[in-house]
């Protein structure tokens, strides 16, 4: 489980597919994603779950601290049929706007490069949705080009340790002064 200042981000377990299922049925959620079916959420879910044992890694509810329930989604996978390592995330509409998958996508990249050893991940979105693309860019992620996932034209960035861990503690030297200041 990994803990930010508002969110736990927990494995799932088949016994979240309801919620999930509720979630991903908003058009205003799945507009970018495309529509998710009951049958489909599941698919999806098994999946993720899937990866946990062997990699290490997987999509993890997002569940907010002081609600006590699942309002997202946000983890490691792997890209469309390649070897790459992405980021990726969803929210209620509820939350939107509050800085949430932002906090929860910095604590996807942190577990990625400092428990599991990725030396790269990587991130897409359609190009129209600036949204996503805004949390790639606060994360530090950097765009590459457009390519071809998941059947779409889609916007590819990228981030490696290096950079990940340069923007922590530029980031951490930042607070540092911020606290002198006051």
Known sequence: MLETTRLLLRKFTMDDLDELAQLRADPSVWKYIGEQSRAKVEERLRYY?????????GMWAVVH????????????VF??????????????????????VTEAAEAALDYGFHKIGLERIVAVALPENTAS???MEKLGMKYQRNVMHYGFDCAY????RDEFQRRESS??????QRHVDV
Do not use: M
């Open 49 to 57: 779950i899937s990866l946990y044992e062997p990699h290490g890694f």
């Open 65 to 76: 601290k002081a609600e006590a329930r699942l309002i997202g989604w946000c983890g490691l």
């Open 79 to 100: 890209l469309d049929e390649t070897p790459e390592v992405e980021v990726g995330y969803g929210i209620a509409r509820a939350y939107w706007g509050q800085g949430l």
């Open 133 to 135: 693309r805004r949390v």
């Open 157 to 160: 960035y990228s981030i490696t």
């Open 171 to 176: 980031k951490s030297a930042t607070e540092a």
